[in-house]
C-alpha cells in the first residue's frame, strides 16, 4: 500500500490521547495519593475552569451527558405531565432524559439545510402541557439561539441546551452553554471534549437551579447533614480522576477545534457535487464534532469507503419518533428529518484528520459517485 491510499479512521481517539498520555498519569498518580476519588479538588477545579470556558456561571459534573439532562429536567420540576419539545433528527439520549423524568417527549421536525431543530415547528407544538423546548446543538452546530428563544419568551417555556456535540461552539457570537436556562454536555471519550471513560456536566448562569442539581445528583443530601435528605435524587458524579483527565484536555479544546474547522472547509473545497454538506447558518461558529453530509445512494458510497479503508458513521439513520421504544410519542410524519434520516452520512473527523487524509476520502468519494 503506497502512503497515498493508507486506511482515515472515523475518529483518530489513540492520536488525540496519545499526546497527553505522560499528564494523564501524572494526574492519575496525584489522585491515588489523595485518595478523594469523588468529590476531590480535581472535580471543583474543572467545574470552575469549564464554567468560564462557557461564559456561564456554574458548572456541575455529573456521570455522563444523559444523566445531564435528565438533571437539568428534575432541577426545573419537570414531570409527569409536561411535555418537552425535541428534534426528531438527534441521539435518542434527548427524548430518553425526557421519558426518565415522566415527562412526555413532543417530536418536532428539523430544518433542511442544518438539520437542526425548526423553530416555527417547535412554535406550532406548544401546546398547554409544554414545559420545555431541548434545543440539540447537533454535529458541533448550534441551533439559531436567537429565533428558539423568541419562541420560548413568547409562551415563557425553559430553554435547555443539549450542547453533548458542541463544547466551544457560538451563535451570535454566544458560547454553547452560556445561552439557555441550562445546558447538558457529555465526555464521552468521542465528544469535542472527551474524558478517559463517562462523564457530563450541567452548565447554567442560575446559581440556584446549579446547586439543587449538585444535590439532586448526590443523593439530595441537605446542604448541612451527610444524614439528611431534603430532596429525593440519586448518584450521578463526575469522579476526580475523569475531572483531572478533562482539565488537560480543555487546554486543547480550542486548537482542537480548528483542527476540525480547516477539515471541514477542505471536505467542502474537494467534494464531489454529488455528495453535499449539511449547511452553517451565518451567524453559527461550527466545532464539527461530526462531519455530515447527504447523499442519494448511501449504500453504494458507504461500500466504497469500507472498501477503501475508510471509516464512516451514520447520524442518526432512525428519527427519534419512528424508533421501537418511542413508539408512544409517533405523531404526524415529520418529512425532513424522515428523509434526511435516509441520506446522511457522516465522513471520517478529528481534530487530528491531516490535509492527505481529507483530500484521499475526497478521492474515494469522487470515484464511488462518478
Ligand atoms: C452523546 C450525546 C448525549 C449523551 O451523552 P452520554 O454522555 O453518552 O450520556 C446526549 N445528546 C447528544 C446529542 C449526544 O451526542
Not at 477545579?45 to 444523566?67: L, S
Not at 409527569?80 to 427524548?95: H, M
Not at 431541548?134 to 419568551?153: N, P, S, W
Not at 469535542?192 to 442560575?206: E, F, I, K, P, R
Amino acid at each position: 500500500m503506497t502512503a497515498a491510499n493508507q486506511p482515515v479512521p472515523f475518529l483518530d481517539l489513540a492520536g488525540v490521547n496519545g499526546a497527553l498520555r505522560g499528564d494523564f498519569e501524572l494526574a492519575y498518580a496525584e489522585v491515588l495519593e489523595h485518595g478523594r476519588f469523588i468529590n476531590g479538588p480535581e472535580v471543583a477545579r474543572f467545574e470552575t475552569e469549564f464554567a468560564d470556558y462557557c461564559q456561564a456561571a456554574a458548572c456541575v459534573g455529573v456521570g455522563n451527558g444523559t444523566d445531564a439532562l435528565e438533571l437539568i429536567l428534575a432541577g426545573l420540576g419537570i414531570g409527569p405531565g409536561d411535555e418537552v419539545i425535541v428534534p426528531a433528527n438527534t441521539f435518542i439520549a434527548t427524548a430518553e432524559a425526557v421519558c426518565y423524568v415522566g415527562a412526555r417527549p413532543r417530536f418536532v421536525d428539523v430544518l433542511p439545510d442544518t438539520l437542526l431543530l425548526d423553530p416555527d415547528a417547535a412554535d406550532a407544538a406548544v401546546n398547554k402541557n409544554t414545559a420545555a423546548i431541548i434545543g440539540v446543538h447537533l454535529f458541533g452546530q448550534m441551533v439559531d439561539t436567537e429565533r428558539l428563544l423568541r419562541v420560548t419568551a413568547k409562551h415563557g417555556l425553559a430553554f435547555i441546551e443539549d450542547a453533548a456535540q458542541a463544547h466551544g461552539a457560538r451563535f451570535a457570537g454566544q458560547r454553547a452553554g452560556g445561552v439557555g436556562v441550562a445546558a447538558g454536555f457529555s465526555f464521552y471519550p468521542g465528544k469535542n471534549l472527551g474524558a478517559l471513560g463517562d462523564g457530563g456536566a450541567v452548565v447554567t448562569q442560575d446559581a440556584e437551579l446549579a446547586d439543587k442539581i449538585r444535590r439532586l445528583a448526590d443523593h439530595g443530601r441537605s446542604a448541612d447533614s451527610r444524614f439528611h435528605h431534603d430532596l429525593r435524587g440519586r448518584n450521578s458524579r463526575l469522579d476526580s480522576v475523569q475531572a483531572g483527565a478533562l482539565s488537560l484536555k480543555l487546554r486543547g479544546l480550542d486548537q482542537g477545534n480548528k483542527g476540525r474547522v480547516r477539515a471541514w472547509e477542505q471536505y467542502l473545497a474537494e467534494l464531489p457535487e454529488q455528495v453535499r454538506p449539511v449547511t452553517r447558518h451565518a451567524k453559527a461558529e461550527a466545532v464539527y464534532h461530526l462531519a455530515v453530509v447527504e447523499v442519494d445512494n448511501r449504500e453504494k458510497v458507504c461500500a466504497g469507503l469500507t472498501e477503501a479503508g475508510i471509516g464512516w458513521g451514520l447520524h442518526y439513520p432512525v428519527p427519534c419518533h419512528l424508533d421501537a421504544a418511542y413508539g408512544d410519542y409517533r405523531a404526524e410524519s415529520l418529512p425532513v428529518a424522515e428523509r434526511a434520516a435516509e441520506r446522511i452520512l457522516s465522513l471520517p473527523m478529528s481534530p487530528t484528520l491531516s490535509e492527505r487524509q481529507v483530500a484521499r476520502v475526497c478521492e474515494v468519494l469522487r470515484s464511488v459517485t462518478e
